[in-house]
């Protein structure tokens, strides 16, 4: 059974960080690429880093390029979004996300929240 358990969100103050996981289970952790998308209220979801199988490749949503960084754990089977330089506009659910034989399995996401 494949299962994304994100974790390391919470409240913030402008400026500050916060160190998101995502522990995956389930399948191969090493062959599949991973995804952080947020999705801030009244608002779709959207995709922010992404990483591939081997860690040696990322993107990022031009509005946190600089700020947040996307790493992986093969060993460990988690993924991290280490975000720092956090705005109030950050202010989302993040959820992590790969993609299986072409299907999307998500997790059930964790509240970040950057207010002062």
């Known amino acids: 059974q494949v299962q994304l358990v994100e974790s390391g969100g919470g409240l913030v103050q402008p400026g500050g960080s916060l160190r998101l996981s995502c522990a995956a289970s389930g399948f191969t952790f090493s062959w599949y690429a991973m995804y952080w998308y947020r999705q801030a209220p009244g608002k779709g979801r959207e995709l922010v880093a992404s990483i591939s199988s081997t860690g040696s490749s990322t993107n990022y949503l031009y509005s946190v390029k600089g700020r947040f960084t996307s790493s992986r754990d093969n060993a460990k089977n988690t993924a991290y979004l280490q975000m720092n330089s956090l705005l109030p506009e950050d202010t989302a659910v993040y959820y992590c996300?790969?993609?299986?034989?072409?299907?999307?399995?998500w997790g059930q996401g964790t509240q970040v929240t950057v207010s002062s």
């Open positions: 996300k790969t993609n299986l034989n072409s299907l999307p399995y």
